[in-house]
Structure formats: C-alpha cells, structure tokens
C-alpha cells in the first residue's frame, strides 16, 4: 500500500511539474504566485499538506518545497508554511514507523542508506543524541531519520520536542538559501 500510494505521489508531482512547466508557472516568482493565489485562503493550507505529504512520501529533495514556499508566500509566512508543513510530515513518518517498524523503512528507502544509518540504533542510548544533533543540521537525510527514529524507543514526545525546536535552522537555511540562490541564477538567466 506504501509503494502505491509512493508512486501515486510521484504521479501527482509529474502531473503538477508538467503542468507548471507547460504553463509556465515555474518561470517566474510572479506566475507562481499568481497560480497560488487563486486558491485564496486555502493555498497556504495546500502547501502545508504538501510539505507534510513529501515528508512522508518522500519524492522530492525536501529543499524543493522550501524554496517553493518562500518564492510563493514570502520569507516569514513561506517560512512558516515549511516549518508547520514539515513539523506535521515529520510526526506522521515517526508514527507509522512506530505502526509499521522497519519493513515501511527498508520499502521507501535505498537498501544503501538503512545500512549507513541502522547502526545508529543499534548503539547503547547514542540514537536519540545523534539524532537530535543530525535534525539541526540542514544536510541530514530528515526524512529517512524520522522513519528511522519510529524504529526506536524514542518517544512521540521526545520526537517531537526535537523537531520543533531543531527543524527552525535548518528550514531557514534551505528556504533562504535557496532562495538566495535562486534569485541569483534568475538574475543571470535575465540578463
């Protein structure tokens, strides 16, 4: 059920960059934005249920949905979005982990990473400190370690406490990163 409600995502996401790309909303800040505020006050809604979905199927490169946060909203509320959005996904991972264990893991995830990473677990009480320190750090593979953490004693309170106060730096660094980045290359592409 996993793998196909993965691949249905993945669907989706073809479906919506095909779409964006024919109609050019991908071209500029502007286009995107206006494609988003037709949804009025349900866009930032539907972007926080996509940042939560990409968490839990995890498709997408979690930076994409960042930037695309801030270039649709702006920096504080596109901030924002990323953070509840991602917040909310990283909590849903954690839970079906703690449903499913390991097999939900080993099924989304490259057989090449779960080996890198299960050896976390497998040492004395050192899970919950590497992972706290990894959830702050913007170049984690968060996702998968959400999955991971679900596998573990780790509690739902203890996960969370984590990720609302260690996913802050991170999202910023992706979100105005990439948007710095962005605007530069936009700026090249323009001259």
């Given at each position: 059920m996993m793998n196909m409600l993965t691949v249905l995502s993945l669907l989706g996401c073809l479906v919506f960059i095909a779409y964006?790309?024919?109609?050019?909303?991908?071209?500029?800040?502007?286009?995107?934005?206006?494609?988003?505020?037709?949804?009025?006050?349900?866009?930032p809604l539907l972007f926080i249920a996509f940042q939560a979905v990409q968490v839990?199927?995890?498709?997408?490169?979690?930076?994409?949905g960042?930037?695309?946060?801030?270039?649709?909203?702006?920096?504080?509320?596109?901030f924002t979005y990323n953070y509840?959005?991602?917040?909310?996904?990283?909590?849903?991972a954690f839970l079906l982990a703690k449903r499913y264990g390991a097999p939900i893991v080993?099924?989304?995830?490259?057989?090449?990473?779960y080996r890198k990473y299960v050896s976390w677990t497998?040492?004395?009480?050192?899970?919950?400190?590497?992972?706290?320190?990894?959830?702050?750090?913007?170049v984690a593979p968060d996702d998968f370690l959400c999955y991971l953490a679900?596998?573990?004693?780790?509690?739902?309170?203890?996960?969370?406490?984590?990720?609302?106060f260690g996913k802050p730096m991170a999202i910023a660094l992706y979100s105005?990163?990439?948007?710095?980045?962005?605007?530069?290359?936009?700026?090249l592409l323009h001259r």
């Open positions: 964006g790309v024919h109609t050019r909303i991908f071209y500029s800040e502007s286009a995107l934005q206006g494609f988003f505020s037709r949804f009025g006050a349900w866009a839990i199927f995890p498709i997408l490169p979690g930076g994409i960042c930037l695309g946060g801030v270039l649709i909203f702006g920096p504080v509320l596109g509840i959005g991602i917040c909310i996904g990283s909590v849903g080993q099924s989304l995830f490259h057989p090449k990473l497998e040492k004395n009480n050192s899970f919950d400190k590497m992972f706290t320190i990894a959830i702050f750090l913007p679900g596998t573990t004693k780790m509690t739902l309170q203890k996960f969370t406490a984590v990720i609302i105005f990163g990439l948007s710095l980045l962005s605007h530069n290359i936009m700026a």
